[in-house]
């Protein structure tokens, strides 16, 4: 009795479509926005990462920034494979 009901109910909704939330062309621009902000970011700390090298290796210090420029390549493989790593996740 009740498998009947639940089969009934299940065929008045149907199989919905989907469909995009209604602002989800705002969200969508916020999202490429952030991503332009990861990467400009991501390429000035490469930059910087690289001028602080050079310093320290004209000036003879300690060599501390290969790690930052090992952490910002990590970070930036890791940013943009972020949708791709999603679809794979959800997906």
């Not at 995009?20 to 490469?46: C, E």
């Not at 790690?67 to 999603?86: Q, W």
């Amino acid at each position: 009795m009740i498998l009947v009901s639940t089969y009934d109910v299940l065929a008045q909704i149907g199989n919905p479509s989907p469909e995009a939330p209604p602002v989800a062309d705002k969200i969508l621009q916020l999202v490429q926005y952030l991503t332009w902000f990861v990467l400009l970011s991501g390429i000035i700390a490469i930059v910087y990462a690289g001028g602080r090298f050079a310093w320290e290796k004209w000036s003879g210090g300690g060599l501390e920034s290969p790690k930052m420029v090992a952490g910002a390549m990590i970070g930036g493989v890791v940013a943009t494979s972020a949708g791709t790593i999603m679809n794979a996740v959800i997906g």
